[in-house]
């Protein structure tokens, strides 16, 4: 087999969706598994919406993800340039070359003309498409538009009752009738090719064998299969990946909450666990294990293994597997991560009088309830507002059993106070009050923090340290 070559395409009229960071991944995948290349295109025809500023939040998002690419946008290659706006001059060729052929046409229709045409197929119940009107223009009717100034859009002859096949790698055998496509327009008046045109040369120069790409353009392939069959080129692979639909089944949408990717990662998602999640809409890995390193992925991913059935977006799974993610990193890893948020905190300052140390052990303290990093700034608070017993806390605390605890608490408190010695402290009141566990721990962490539950305690207590922890226990006494 050729080595293969595929490509992400995207527009560059918005952020990148959670969508188009899933297709552009499984082409990433796609491409390492088989040991092909990936490309990286801009389709930027669409002159209103396309902004400059998309395209590199595109960039960058990819690369933060982990994606890499050999051809592209912002690495260069043999192919290039990568911009379709930057491509005009070779769309012109092949355009010249289907005029010359009779395979496309100019059509001087106006909008209006148009508008009024589909309106007549509505109401007389008829499929909506062109006419075809200006296929059959003689040269004179030509020279007499052309006299006036007008600039024709050019329409692609669509062959007449012909069948179009794709042997979809992921939906299987799709057939299409050309009698349901009217001629469409390959070049826009203003010099501009369709998106349907600029693709297929694109995707044919730049020696592109597998189109891995969203089920919505699906609908769009005949059309190019077409335009492929024209101009005598090659056509290849498809595989058409299903939609990602919000857990109401619909398709997702801001409703949903986020859904570009920079949004994620301002939350704080890591870019290993967001890559998992992803590569899990609409794959999955033989075995049961589902918390997979880039890697594995790469190693395990197949084609054949991408489900025809739409992929839910369930934030929650999203959430569990970043927190897998956040489990494992190393503490002072976590610690740099966490900067960012850590200084929209309003506690920031207090944090950073910590030594490193006890910095480390705030975040190992907190680390299994953190979902992703910007909840240290909430999980932070526990550490520096005062205890204000909430009403389970005050319940337990009025019962005043533990008076005597906290007399020996303040006596005994250990002259070396880490995590350890303080566990084993506890355990020693325990012991010698001759009380349970709970009877020691639920009255001091209520003291403490004001609430039955929270992180761990001799972790608290050791950061806090023993004038801190007396100074709360005479607070809470009173
Ligand atoms: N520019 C198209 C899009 O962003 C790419 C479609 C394709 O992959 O062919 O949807
Ligand atoms: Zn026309």
């Known amino acids: 087999m050729n080595k293969v070559k595929v490509r992400f395409a995207p527009s560059p009229t918005g952020p990148l969706h959670i969508g188009g960071a899933r297709s552009a991944l499984f082409n990433y995948l796609y491409a390492l598994k088989t040991g092909g290349d990936l490309v990286l295109r801009i389709e930027d025809t669409d002159l209103e919406r396309s902004r400059r500023e998309y395209e590199e939040e595109i960039v960058t998002s990819l690369r933060w ?66 006419s075809g009107k200006c296929r059959t223009l003689s040269a004179e009717e030509i020279a007499v538009r052309a006299a006036q100034g007008i600039k024709p859009a050019i329409r692609f002859q669509v062959p007449d009752s012909k069948e179009f096949v794709v042997d979809d790698l992921v939906r299987g055998r799709v057939v299409f009738h050309s009698d349901n496509e009217g001629d469409f327009i390959i070049v826009k008046s203003d010099g501009i090719p369709t998106y349907n045109f600029a693709v297929v040369i694109d995707d044919s120069l730049m020696g592109i064998t597998h189109i891995v790409r969203a089920e919505e353009h699906l609908s769009n392939t005949p059309r190019q299969l077409m335009i492929y069959q024209a101009l005598g080129l090659a056509i290849p692979q498809f595989a058409h990946i299903s939609l990602i639909l919000g857990e109401d089944r619909q398709k997702m949408s801001k409703r949903h909450g986020a859904t570009s990717l920079i949004q994620y990662r301002e939350m ?106 910007k909840d240290i700034k909430q999980l932070i608070d526990i550490f520096f507002i005062e205890a204000e017993a909430d009403d389970e806390a005050r319940e337990l605390l009025a019962t005043g059993s533990a008076e005597g605890v906290f007399d020996q608490f303040a006596a005994g408190y250990p002259e070396a106070d880490a995590p350890g010695e303080i566990k084993a402290f506890l355990k020693k009141l325990v012991k010698d009050n001759k009380l349970k566990p709970k009877d020691v721990y639920m009255p001091l962490r209520c003291a403490l923090t004001g609430q039955m539950h929270g992180p761990d305690l001799p972790n608290m207590i050791s950061i806090w340290g023993r004038d801190e922890c007396l100074r709360r226990l005479n607070q809470a006494r009173k």
Request: with cysteine.
């Open 65 to 130: 993800l982990g994606l890499s690419w050999q051809e592209g946008i912002d690495t260069g290659g043999a192919n290039g340039p990568y911009r379709q706006t930057e491509r005009l001059d070779t769309y012109r060729r092949y355009t010249e070359q289907l005029l010359a052929e009779d395979k496309a046409y100019p059509c001087y229709c106006s909008e209006e003309e148009l508008e009024a045409e589909r309106q007549e197929l509505l109401a007389a119940g008829e499929l909506v498409r062109y």
């Open 268 to 373: 704080g998602y890591l870019p290993d666990a967001l890559f998992n999640f992803l590569s899990l809409l609409g794959w999955s890995p033989e075995g049961e294990e589902e918390i997979l390193k880039p890697e594995e992925i790469a190693a395990a991913f197949s084609l054949e293994r991408v489900s025809k059935s739409p992929a839910v977006f369930n934030l929650e799974k999203l959430n569990w597997i970043n927190q897998q993610y956040i489990k494992k990193l190393e503490s002072t890893e976590l610690l740099s991560m966490v900067q960012p948020y850590l200084a929209a905190s309003e506690h920031c300052q207090e944090f950073e009088a910590y030594d490193r140390s006890k910095q480390l052990l705030i975040i190992e303290t907190i680390r299994d309830q953190m979902v992703c990093l």
